[in-house]
Nanobody
């Protein structure tokens, strides 16, 4: 079992920045790809960024490319999401998750490929 705790969310004005953290416990996450997802009211959960277990490969959803950066510190068992130039449409609950598979270069943005989830952190961007 692995427990994930997200932090760093909050209220920010459009154009501002936030840095989300996801701290894992119960299992080392260094063998697993990780993902950041978000879910806005009335919408499906979507992956915004994913990172391979080494950090060498990353994927981003088109709406956040160039604005969000995913990174990880395996020594701290933590994954980060740096969010810049935030827009009102980025408002959502943000979740981190652990990939269910172990593979050295795997990076997936498919929700069903992830099996452990945090409780989420609210990000609200005002216009």
């Amino acid at each position: 079992q692995v427990q994930l705790v997200e932090s760093g969310g909050g209220l920010v004005q459009a154009g501002g920045s936030l840095r989300l953290s996801c701290a894992a416990s119960g299992r080392t996450i260094s063998s697993y790809a990780m993902g950041w997802f978000r879910q806005a009211p009335g919408k499906e959960r979507e992956c915004v960024a994913a990172i391979s277990r080494s950090g060498g490969y990353t994927y981003y959803a088109d709406p956040v490319k160039g604005r969000f950066t995913i990174s990880r510190d395996n020594a701290k068992n933590t994954v980060y999401l740096e969010m810049n130039s935030l827009k009102p449409e980025d408002t959502a609950v943000y979740y981190c998750a652990v990939d269910r598979a172990i593979a050295p270069f795997r990076v997936t943005m498919t929700t069903n490929d992830y099996d452990y989830w945090g409780q989420g952190t609210q990000v609200t961007v005002s216009s």
